[in-house]
């Protein structure tokens, strides 16, 4: 079993890109959900890859309309 925990909220600042910055935070609810893999490669090395996709779609969120792929590599003693 296999388990990615993500937090909740993302939180950004938006900003105005000018030399006087004004700025502001916005909190963007998110659920992600999903579900991978684990490939061993030796003894104590594996691949792991998984995908996740936002439930709730905001349109504020950078998950929005997107999967997201993420994979890498484990490596240390698994017994």
Request: hydrophobic content about 40%.
């Amino acid at each position: 079993f296999y388990k990615i925990l993500e937090d909740p909220a993302f939180t950004y600042e938006q900003t105005t890109g000018l030399a006087v910055e004004h700025s502001s935070r916005i909190s963007v609810p998110s659920a992600l959900v999903g579900g991978g893999f684990v490939f061993p490669l030796g003894e104590r090395i594996s691949f792991i890859i998984y995908g996740l996709y936002d439930l709730v779609q905001d349109k504020r969120s950078p998950y929005f309309g997107l999967p997201i792929i993420q994979g890498g590599f484990n490596f240390g003693n698994f017994r």
